[in-house]
Structure formats: C-alpha cells, structure tokens
C-alpha cells in the first residue's frame, strides 16, 4: 500500500493514510464497494446481486485513485462500466457523463439503422424525432426505417381528447 504511515492506536501495526477520505472519488469508490458487497444496500441486487465484484487490485483505494487520474476521471464525470454485465475492472470502465451513463444501461431497448446500432435516445436525437413518436411507431410494429423516415404528421384540430376523458381543447373566456 502506497501513502502517508501512520501508527493504528493500541497496536503496532502500520496504518496508510492516503488523504483521500471524504472526497468525491473516495466516495464513489465507497460507493461502487457498497453496490457490490453490502447485501442490504438498495442496488445490490442490480450489482453483487447479479454477481458483479470488484478486481483485487481496486481493494486498495489509493490504487483505484491512480487508476482514475491516469484515465481522465473529473468531477463532473461517473464511473461507468462498459459491458454493463462485467466486473468492475481497468479494462471494463470509463469516466462517462450521466448522459453517456443513460446510455449504457441494460434496460435500454436497443435498435440497429442503416447497420449501426443505437438506443432509442440516441437514434430519436440523430433522426431529430421525438423519442415518443419514435417507440410508439416501432411499438406498433413499423420497421425501424419507417419509424426514422416518415415525416410526423402534424394534428390539424389543434387538440384531443385525453386518456381519461377530459376535454383538452383550450378554454376561451
């Protein structure tokens, strides 16, 4: 272990203080620890419980700090593992943003156009669709080439009745 020795209190062993505590990336590495070992923690399911673990050598804090710095780790950055069924590792995770984060997650239905592959985020965003309009068309059974490619058509009477029954046109006074 790397840091700054100082002596445990009531033995002699070596206690390293690596100056991290209570910093945001100490937190997120507690964090990442509690998801896959605390049974109790509310995520663990979607983690330890999914039998994601933590390499041997991200036991030690001041290795992952390392890990992180050498990898562009920032503020405002999340870690993030790439194959979101793999092991929290060096070679599986990155510093993403939230939106990147958003992108990666399991439950994402994911949908391939013009040979590349997209979640239905992404490719809304790209196409320039609303993301709604963009699952309700392939809900509906359209090819994800029509869902892209066929204009929207625009309401004409200006409203609609709702789900529930409620007049939604607008109140004049």
Not at 24 to 52: F, T
Not at 119 to 135: F, P, Q, R, Y
Request: aromatic share 10%; proline share 2%.
């Amino acid at each position: 272990m790397s840091g700054i020795k100082g002596i445990h209190s009531g033995t002699d062993s070596v206690l390293y203080v690596h100056g991290g505590t209570g910093t945001r990336l100490h937190n997120i590495w507690l964090s990442m620890r509690e998801r896959c070992y605390r049974e109790n923690h509310p995520y663990y399911g979607d983690y330890g419980g999914r039998g994601i673990t933590i390499c041997d050598e991200w036991d030690d804090f001041t290795k992952f700090r390392d890990w992180a710095i050498a990898n562009g780790y920032a503020d405002n950055l999340t870690i993030d593992r790439i194959d979101s069924n793999g092991n929290y590792e060096p070679l599986n995770c990155r510093w993403a943003t939230m939106k990147e984060q958003q992108n990666n997650r399991r439950s994402n239905r994911i949908v391939y156009y013009k040979g590349l592959k997209y979640t239905l985020t992404e490719l809304s965003e790209k196409a320039g669709i609303n993301k709604t309009t963009l699952k309700e068309r392939l809900n509906n059974g359209w090819s994800v080439e029509d869902a892209v490619n066929r204009p929207v058509r625009l309401r004409t009477k200006g409203w609609r009745m709702s789900n529930c029954g409620a007049d939604m046109r607008e109140v004049t006074t």
